[in-house]
């Protein structure tokens, strides 16, 4: 079982920036891409920003311009760098990898946006 591990959630002011971290306990080439979801109170799970193992990232609209998901195979990682933060980017930010035998969860980190 591959574990993920998150950090860098917290409170930030509108317009501010935040960096999510996630670590992966094994090569993320164990996954056929890595991602990053969020969910916010009430409503559904959301893909925010994925990046196939071969191919170009994709984002949410609400986030495309201000969200950039980054990977560093090397170090077992995988960032989701949020800058130009607004109020509705608040939620729990998952980690995700993805792959055809189940896939992993991170375990999830707050972010709130808020003056």
């Known amino acids: 079982q591959v574990q993920l591990v998150e950090s860098g959630g917290g409170l930030v002011q509108p317009g501010g920036s935040l960096r999510l971290s996630c670590t992966a306990s094994e090569s993320l080439f164990a996954f056929d891409a890595m991602g990053w979801y969020r969910q916010a109170p009430e409503k559904e799970r959301e893909l925010v920003a994925v990046?196939?193992?071969?191919?170009?990232?994709n984002y949410a609209d609400s986030v495309k311009g201000r969200f950039t998901i980054i990977r560093d195979n090397a170090a077992n990682m995988v960032y989701l760098q949020m800058n130009n933060l607004k109020p509705e980017d608040t939620a729990v930010y998952y980690c995700?990898?993805?792959?055809?035998?189940?896939?992993?969860w991170g375990q999830g980190t707050q972010v709130t946006v808020s003056s």
């Open positions: 990046r196939p193992r071969w191919g170009s990232p």
């Open positions: 995700r990898g993805d792959r055809a035998s189940g896939g992993a």
